[in-house]
């Protein structure tokens, strides 16, 4: 083969893996207001992955930018290696700007999917899914979630197949306010 159609066939690959997909039995809530979402967001609780191993106190703000966008910020700190981490990306909306339906990306054009499952009242609580069953997120205003709550996000994600056994819960022991 040549050079030329090494590099097309690796760009249709690429191009198929920064498309967003969503898991069966997925549904991004409906009448979301992006404006309300904004902001930052305490991470509670997670499916351990690559990108967030050996971190607390996570982190993640959502504010607009000047490229029609949101801007992603996520923080934790690494207790291993006993440092703040962070990485800033961005987010878009994957269809209609009222259904919870995102891709967020922090490695140039590959994205992934961001699907807001459920909130609670207020946008004070959030279940995020991603794309697959191995990434799934509770999110907070706060550092900790009711009990009421995080009931209903746990029966919620074990009725779409999440194993909500290996949910990591997130300690925030530490502050870290310059990013």
Partial sequence: MSKRTNIIGLMAIAMLYSCASIPENVQPIK????R???GKWYEVARLDHKQERNLNNVTAEYRFNEYGTISVFNS??????RKWESATGKAKFSGDSSVGALK???FGPFYSGYYVIALGEGY????VAGDNL???WILSRTTTI????RKDYLQKAGQIGYDTSQLIWVEHDKQHTDH
Avoid: C, W
């Fill in 31 to 34: 009448h979301f207001e992006v």
């Fill in 36 to 38: 309300r979402y904004l």
């Fill in 76 to 81: 934790g700190y690494n207790y291993i290696d």
């Fill in 104 to 106: 967020v990306s922090f």
């Fill in 124 to 127: 004070q609580y959030a279940l």
């Fill in 134 to 136: 191995k990434y799934l």
């Fill in 146 to 149: 009711p009990d009421s709550v």
